[in-house]
């Protein structure tokens, strides 16, 4: 049995349609094999990802970001294996602030 997926928001696109249209182009992406699932867990990947962005961030943002991140880790994900979750970050590893 095929379980069909339904947007019931638009969550942060300004329309349905865009939120369609965005929707549709992800799932071509994944079935020709263009997005891989990440192979590192949320908490390696957010020790690693605040290192990169440490030049850029101020001390009270810094904090911010860790607190958020152990807040997030503790609750849920410490154990659960990232799924293309890195790219919604941002650019990691490339040393440019966003």
Request: hydrophobic share 30%; glycine share 10%; charged share 35%.
């Amino acid at each position: 049995m095929s379980r069909r997926l339904t947007l019931s928001t638009r969550r942060g696109f300004t329309s349905r349609r865009a939120a369609v249209t965005e929707r549709s182009r992800l799932v071509e992406s994944i079935e020709r094999g263009a997005v891989k699932p990440a192979r590192e867990r949320f908490d390696e990947f957010w020790l690693g990802y605040l290192e990169e962005r440490r030049p850029y961030l101020t001390a009270g943002t810094l904090i911010d970001y860790e607190t958020h991140g152990r807040k997030h880790r503790d609750r849920r994900s410490a154990a659960v294996a990232l799924s293309g979750g890195a790219t919604a970050c941002g650019s990691r590893g490339s040393g440019r602030p966003q």
